[in-house]
């Protein structure tokens, strides 16, 4: 039977600890065979991102170290899709691909990249495996184009039309024999570095509009799940998460959720290289962005890990354990899950977008 499983009542008792890195989940009896990923900077694994500055990007990257989709691929299924653009290592692989790519919107690059797995992956007559899970975490840059960086999207920044981008590709996929989607949905840039050196207005502008496409997005899954056959259709409420960081950062373990860590710490004339430098620099994973607009891998840890949780809750009926860190006692508290401070609210509840966060 088809199910929905919004974050909020996924996660229930997952245990992070203050002053140290998110834990990874131990329980994780899920048994995909293979993952693919689709989307822009926040999956992309080395395809795109960092390749014009890539001693400050981990690994091209778009931040200082791997992203959601590699953190759960590795912590969680013992999986390493390769970059599928990439020189050297691109291509296919028995564990599968990551297909997305830096600066896509929902438009005709991102189509290009489910056209390329079904027409140039799959051999011809073959169908998609029904044993791999398919990662699509794609919009953000619909939105941040229209708003922020005075270009545009073939969506032209529409929800409506994002969206149904996003439905489409699962739809192809799902032709083609997938049957197992984890879907994100976007967090609020418009309190991102990026976001708040524009005008306010901008900002406030941005911010509508992904919580306008957060919302619209749990109906389009609703309806795909009624519509399609055999269909699991996981939705990770990546917005919660990152209000969450917003609205208690210490408890996370951050310090700063207003600056972009390269801009704010890393003097170009005392250090060239973010991985390697003898000077003495704050530690990036107290910030909530590495640059300004992409998180640091501490986020994508924390969306790893509900990643996990709700994955396990949808195919096992289980909540998962989580390891603890072990903590220095004189700066650590731990929280009986992020999950529970979750639980009664809806997946996307109404949020004062005008509310502006002070820096920690």
Known sequence: MNKFVSLSFAVTASTLTIGTAPAYATNCNLDFSQMFVFGDSLS?????????NGRRYFERRASNGNVFADILAESCLDLDPVTYYRPRRGGVSSDGANFARG?????????????????????????????????????????????????DAESDGNPDIVVENIADAIRNLHGEGAEDFLIPNLPLFGFSPLATSRSESASERLNQLTDDHNQKLELKIAELEEELSEVTITLLDVDSIFNEILDNPSQLGFTNVTDNWLETVLDPSACNNAFDCDVDLADPDRYLFWDYLHPTKAFHKLV?????????????????????????????????????????????????????KQKV
């Open 44 to 52: 992309d694994p080395g395809n795109t991102n960092g390749t014009r």
């Open 103 to 151: 600066g896509n919107d929902s438009g005709e690059k991102f189509g290009e990249q489910i056209d390329d797995f079904i027409n140039d992956f799959l051999d011809e007559g073959q169908s998609a495996n029904s044993n791999a899970l398919y990662t699509v975490w794609i919009g953000a840059n619909d939105y941040i184009k229209e708003t922020l960086l005075g270009s």
């Open 304 to 356: 790893a890990n509900e990643a996990i949780s709700a994955l396990n809750s949808e195919y096992n009926q289980a909540v998962p354990e989580y390891n603890q860190a072990v903590p220095e006692a004189s700066s650590t508290l731990s929280l009986l899950g992020l999950g529970l401070s979750f639980l009664g609210m809806s997946a996307f509840k109404q949020k004062d977008i005008q509310k502006q």
